[in-house]
């Protein structure tokens, strides 16, 4: 018996995507080109809705799509990438390390900071500038420290459209 297709629209509320991120993950090479009709409509399976959900959850660990789909190729091809992800979930690993080390410092200087100002406007008459941006410490790291506000986008979904 025939596997039961369904449209993008249907693939992608199944996955809990947008039908872009499924166009996107095509032209990424992470889901395999979808078989159109005449009139030139793509129809997916639950094995493609089951790989999408797989390639959002490796994204979440953090492999670049660029890897996942060289991994996914090699496997395609019948040569085992599983020394390669174990090495890339390593530098993953390191990297987030890193990354938790400079949020940690900079979370340490921004405390302190936040402390010298409240002595320094404690001593500042009310309405008179303290001048707090001045004493701005140069915080640790490469990027800066943005957290997305509530209802607004990450430059990773962002990037995900």
């Known amino acids: 018996m025939p596997a039961r297709t369904f449209t ?10 947008s039908p872009d991120t499924i166009r ?12 159109r009709s005449a009139a030139g409509y793509r129809f997916f399976t639950e094995a493609d809705v089951a790989r999408v959900l797989f390639v959002r959850s490796a994204v979440r660990f953090g492999f670049s799509m660029k ?15 599983c020394r390669a992800v174990r090495a890339a979930g390593e530098r993953l690993l390191r990297d987030m390390d890193r990354h938790l080390a400079e949020l940690t410092a900079a979370r340490a200087l921004m405390a ?30 490469r990027a800066p420290l943005k957290f997305a506000q ?12």
């Open 24 to 35: 996107y993950y095509e032209r990424s090479g992470v889901l395999p080109r979808a078989p």
């Open 112 to 141: 302190t900071t936040l402390l010298a100002w409240d002595a320094k406007l404690a001593g500042t008459p009310s309405g008179a500038a303290a001048h707090l941006l001045v004493d701005l410490p140069n915080l640790p790291g």
């Open 8 to 17: 993008i629209g249907e693939a992608a509320k199944r996955a809990g995507v």
């Open 150 to 161: 509530r209802g607004q986008r990450t430059d990773a979904q962002r990037a995900n459209r």
């Open 67 to 81: 890897e996942l789909s060289g991994f996914l190729r090699a496997r395609d091809q019948g040569r085992p990438p």
